[in-house]
């Protein structure tokens, strides 16, 4: 069935709803293809179905877009379709504002990944991402070519190996295969020219065997089977051909004999039968039912020596098996209804689900912490990253921060003279205070003045040692400014007639303005004219001119001028 089909049937139904609703709000939209918009969303929601998941997640895919490209708002999807629907659609939107650029480091594509792992909270967001992606590739040939490499190595970099660790074998390979002629178009033509032949010949030759083996498998009592030919992905394959010379003569899985069965017994049987067929090669005979991969594959992989010499490789597996290779983690995700019954049931084979074991895994490799399956479980949602958050800028870089860390921690690590000069942040376009608590996926702001320095009461609220260390060093340098660099204290110098409380009239205006004297002293007392050194406590400019102009105003003064000085003793 396809979601249309069940609209058809259920034309009342939310999901009809979300149909009508969505094909509304993206009504007059265009494609680059050409197509009305609404095709991409109904595609996603799709390919949803397709994977079995549930219908608030098929739901979300057919709204993915609305709050990015139409009038819809947050709240309207909460008032339509309520909280988990809008979670979920929030969730897509928030992770289409993160862009990739292609010259980062393996290790900061593999943040990435888990970036977007932490901020999407709940993985039904990835599926409706990937479900999102996958679309956009098959359809990528109407974009500008520029856009077209950046997408593409976006998805060669990001989402198919986010794909592959979610278990989605195929979803990943498909991805993988859908970028490949955008990333290497010479490369590709000139496998596609060399193994159209190749192709069609192993597929005859298999054909011819395919009757043997189900014949041999029959004598055995298996009649369930079903046997499909596996042609390698072109990504992979071009992968192997690096590692062999360029010879397509060494690739022995350019096609492989898929044999689907029913229970494990019956492909331990069948890799018996095929192994009493043909010789198997040595070192090539690969138990992926006892020692499944670490995203969750399952499958027996053998390799035989064929009639005329020619080698072929066998994959066999249940039908369950194979299901989860296909689908991984979302093939788990299949809800019936909304009751305890079905949670009950998911917990279970999620703690049987390999790939659990393996993302949790996958994640604290850093702190060395095992992370137990039953706390992921509890909630259904990604909170393996509780002590990382990943925050990022405003050109779109991630920034990972431990847990509780502040816009002042960020600051210091996009650079220091960010954090040194920061007067201000913005989290998700919010004024916030530099105390801020950050969360994983917000976008943060600093504001910058310049000839800032830090506080000192920062230190009481970051978290990271970097901050810590930047913010001391800058304080430091404050404090040996005021000591030595900068002046600390001015002297005017008064020539004036010499009368009677002079002195006196002198250190009134003075102290009248708010200004400490901190020294005076007189010079050539007896003579017509006596000059008078005073020093103050104030050094600006500004201060001490309105200071000398209102000296000025007494009588007999005949010149003040002023000079600025560094340190206590004159
Ligand atoms: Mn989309």
């Known amino acids: 069935m396809t979601v249309k089909e069940r609209i058809k049937k259920d034309p009342d139904g939310l999901l009809a709803k979300a149909y009508r609703f969505s094909e509304n709000a993206h009504r007059g939209q265009k494609r680059k293809t050409g197509e009305p918009y609404f095709v991409h969303v109904l595609a996603t929601a799709e390919i949803l179905y397709e994977w079995q998941l549930d219908e608030s997640t098929v739901i979300a895919g057919l709204l993915h877009d609305t709050l990015e490209d139409t009038h819809v708002t947050s709240k309207d999807l909460l008032t339509e379709f309520g909280e988990e629907i809008t979670f979920l659609v929030n969730g897509v939107t928030k992770l289409g504002k993160i862009k990739y650029r292609g010259t980062d480091a393996e290790a900061k594509a593999e943040n990435l990944r ?6 999407s909270e709940d993985l039904r967001v990835v599926f409706i991402k990937l479900a999102d992606r996958l679309h956009n590739m098959r359809t990528l040939g109407a974009l500008p070519p520029a856009k077209q490499k950046r997408i593409a190595l976006e998805t060669h970099e990001i989402y198919a190996p986010l794909a592959y ?3 989605m074998q195929s979803i ?4 993988q295969d859908l970028s490949f002629p955008y990333l290497y178009p010479q490369e590709y033509r000139w496998l596609k020219e060399k193994m159209t032949e190749e192709y069609e010949d192993r597929l005859k030759y298999l054909d011819r065997l395919k009757p043997l083996v189900e014949s041999s498998l029959r004598e055995k009592g298996i009649t369930k089977t079903q046997i499909d030919f596996r042609a390698k992905r072109y990504s992979s394959l071009y992968k192997k051909l690096l590692r062999n010379q360029m010879d397509l003569g060494k690739i022995y899985d350019l096609v492989a004999m898929r044999i689907i069965l029913e229970t ?4 331990y049987s069948a890799l018996g039968t095929i192994h009493s067929l043909w010789p198997p090669l040595p070192g090539k005979i690969k138990d992926y039912i006892a020692m499944p991969k670490p995203n969750g594959y399952k499958s027996l992989h053998t390799t035989v020596i064929g009639p005329n010499q020619r080698i072929v490789e066998f994959q066999i597996r249940t039908v369950e098996m194979h299901k989860e290779n296909e689908h991984g983690i979302a093939a788990h995700w299949i809800y019936k209804s909304h009751g305890k019954e079905s949670v009950d049931t998911k917990k279970k084979i999620f703690e049987e689900a390999q790939w659990v074991k393996q993302l949790a895994k996958w994640q604290t490799t850093k702190n060395n912490g095992e992370t137990s399956a039953e706390d992921f479980i509890e909630s259904l949602k990604i909170d393996f990253f509780k002590d990382r958050i990943f925050t990022i800028t405003p050109r779109g870089e991630v920034i990972d921060l431990p847990a509780g860390s502040t816009p002042v921690d ?11 000069t920061a007067v201000g942040a913005k989290a998700n376009n919010q004024l916030v205070p530099l105390s801020h608590e950050l969360h994983s996926g917000d976008f943060v702001e600093i504001l910058t003045q310049k000839n800032k320095k830090p506080s000192e009461d920062w230190l009481t609220f970051v978290k990271t040692s970097i901050a810590r260390d930047r913010i001391r060093h800058a304080l430091k340098r404050k404090t040996n400014a005021l000591l030595n660099k900068q002046p600390i204290r001015s002297e005017l110098k008064i020539v004036a007639s010499d009368r009677m409380g002079l002195i006196k009239d002198i250190t009134l205006i003075i102290s009248r303005s708010h200004v400490n004297v ?9 003579e017509k ?3 008078l050194r ?8 500004e201060k001490i001119e309105k200071l000398i102009l209102k000296l000025k105003e007494l009588k007999d003064i005949k010149e003040i001028s002023y000079r600025l000085l560094e340190s206590q003793i004159s």
């Open 264 to 267: 494990v017994e019956d492909c």
């Open 172 to 175: 990943s390979g498909e991805l």
């Open 529 to 531: 004219f006596h000059t």
């Open 518 to 526: 901190l020294n005076l002293a007189t010079t050539n007392i007896g």
């Open 410 to 420: 960020f600051a210091y690590h996009v650079h220091t003279e960010i954090g040194d």
């Open 165 to 167: 660790r979610m278990g």
């Open 534 to 541: 005073v020093s103050c406590d104030i050094v600006e400019k």
């Open 114 to 119: 888990k970036m977007i792992l932490a901020i």
